[in-house]
């Protein structure tokens, strides 16, 4: 089968290729596909044989570049994230260096200048070819070679950066950058620079929760070294779960992003409360009852919003996903706690409610573990509601100007949708079906990594395609800034 090669499109094509990537938070040849499937579905000019799409390719990016008017909302314009930016990424000695190969790409895609500092531990795991051939540059991995030196030396090096980002951040050069080593490349160039630091930890939750670890976090925190996660979950070397996975490349990014300050920022004084994940309601002190939310639509709002200026004040429920950079985080676990956290966040000038709140909690919950009695059967449970956090900000005395309420639903999802927007005093209600046959993703809504929502509104029902979590969070969030703008602070 044929295939397109984008190395070999002209420049021209490719700028706007990777501008398009960029902008959707697609790889190039995701972003290629989507154009092409959407010539041959008739939406973008006729696409002829397999063989004449590296021509049309040009048709294509330049029909869907000028497609997006150049004042439409700040997530819909192109935007060039990182251009002229230069990263200086350290990859340490860790099993998720495989991650760094992805960021480098998506640092390139936005544009940034990318420079690989690699550890010794760090070529086991990956080779400097593959970091070389991605970052189109020498790959720098020895403090003591002499062309290397003679050429940039580490003192440049460190400081011919806008930001230096570690990924994955070793236990190993955590520990040596809080203790002032330098006896190495990577820890000499991160002691040498004035640069601002970012670091992607990544390790095994037992090393990761050791005390000197945790030591060391708090000193390289209070030393001014951001950290972007890491999250829970399944580690890739074991069957270990825990917290310690690296962040995806594309939260990195984010972070990146927030740090360096870059893009336009519409919301810019703009407060904004996001609520995020499942909340947890106690039966006894051991157990629980809860929802399969995961957080990651409520997350990546928050931290859309954020790329675009707002404060934003995210308050989630117990999930396995890193807090977003660049947004204030509070963790609660109950609907009560939640809504007593989102109404001290007031007064706000928006709020955006994705929390998938449990309705009903059990009236007792008990002090101590439920005992099994042998000859008394199960216990009963009595429910009572709990606080409905949407309906309450739609009708409080300091309303938000904007409110807008998520609504999953397994059934009737408009009509639902409809009538939660007419009962609880919302602005828009983002609908979503997560009955297993939406045919989102292979593994649901819930929990997985793509969406397809249904905006509705006083003025009728919007119907966003399918697409990633990120960029229904990047569309909403431009949604916002635009009806922001009406609204007088
Ligand atoms: C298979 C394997 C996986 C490892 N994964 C990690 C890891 O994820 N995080 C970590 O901090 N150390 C990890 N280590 C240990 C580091 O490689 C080791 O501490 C090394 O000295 C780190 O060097 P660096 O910090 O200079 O890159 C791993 C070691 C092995 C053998």
């Known amino acids: 089968m044929a295939s397109i090669t984008i190395r070999n499109l002209d420049d021209e094509v490719k700028e706007l290729l990777r501008r398009l990537a960029a902008e959707n938070d697609r790889s190039m040849e995701e972003q290629a596909r989507v154009m092409i499937r959407a010539a041959v579905d008739g939406q973008i000019g006729p696409v002829g044989r397999i063989d004449q799409i590296e021509k049309t390719l040009r048709e294509l990016t330049s029909a869907h570049g000028a497609a997006v008017p150049a ?125 601002p630091v970012l670091m992607a930890p990544a390790m095994n939750p037992r090393m990761w929760a050791h005390p000197a670890t945790r030591r060391n976090r708090a000193t390289l925190q209070k030393d001014g070294i951001a950290f972007v996660g890491p999250a829970k979950g399944e580690m890739a070397e074991s069957n270990e779960a825990g917290e310690g996975r690296m962040a995806e490349p594309l939260e990195i990014v984010a972070a990146i992003e927030a740090l360096l300050d870059v893009g336009p920022k519409p919301l810019s004084g703009r407060k904004i409360i996001v609520t995020s994940g499942p909340t947890h309601e106690p039966i006894d002190p051991v157990r629980y009852i809860a929802n399969r939310s995961s957080g990651k639509q409520g997350h990546a709002i928050a931290a ?128 979503n079906d997560v009955s297993q046959s939406s045919g989102v993703g292979p593994s649901g809504v819930m929990g997985g990594d793509r969406n397809r929502v249904r905006i509705v509104s006083k003025s009728g029902v919007e119907e966003w395609p399918e697409m990633s979590k990120d960029e229904v969070a990047a569309r909403l969030a431009a949604l916002i800034a635009e009806r922001l703008k009406t609204i007088v602070v």
């Open 71 to 195: 004042n439409a909302p700040a997530g819909k314009r192109l935007q060039h994230g990182l251009s002229g930016k230069r990263i200086l990424l350290i990859i340490g000695g860790g099993i998720a260096a495989y991650k760094a190969l992805d960021l480098i790409r998506r640092l390139r895609e936005r544009g940034a200048a990318v420079r690989v500092v690699m550890t010794s531990a760090a070529q086991e795991f990956v080779t400097t070819l593959s970091v070389g051939a991605l970052s189109a540059d020498h790959v720098f991995a020895d403090l003591f070679d002499r062309q290397d030196e003679h050429d940039v030396g580490h003192i440049r090096l460190s400081r011919e950066a806008d930001l230096l980002v570690v990924a994955p951040a070793t236990a190993d050069l955590m520990a040596k950058l809080a203790n002032g080593h330098a006896n190495d490349l990577a820890s000499t160039v991160l002691i040498a620079t004035d640069k």
């Open 304 to 431: 859309a919003l954020a790329r675009l200026g707002a404060d934003v004040r995210l308050v989630s429920g117990p999930v396995g996903i890193a807090d977003p950079a660049g947004v204030k985080t509070i963790h609660v676990e109950r609907a009560q706690e939640m809504r007593d956290a989102v109404e001290q966040l007031l007064p706000a000038d928006a709020a955006v409610f994705v929390a998938a709140v449990a309705d009903w909690r059990s009236e007792n919950s008990a002090g101590e573990k439920i005992k099994k009695v042998a000859g008394e059967g199960p216990p009963v449970l009595r429910m009572i509601e709990n606080p409905d956090i949407l309906a309450g900000i739609g009708h409080h005395s300091q309303r938000p100007g904007l409110v807008i309420g998520f609504a999953a639903e397994t059934q009737d999802l408009l009509r639902n949708a409809e009538a939660k927007l007419r009962k609880k005093g919302a602005d828009f209600i983002v609908a």
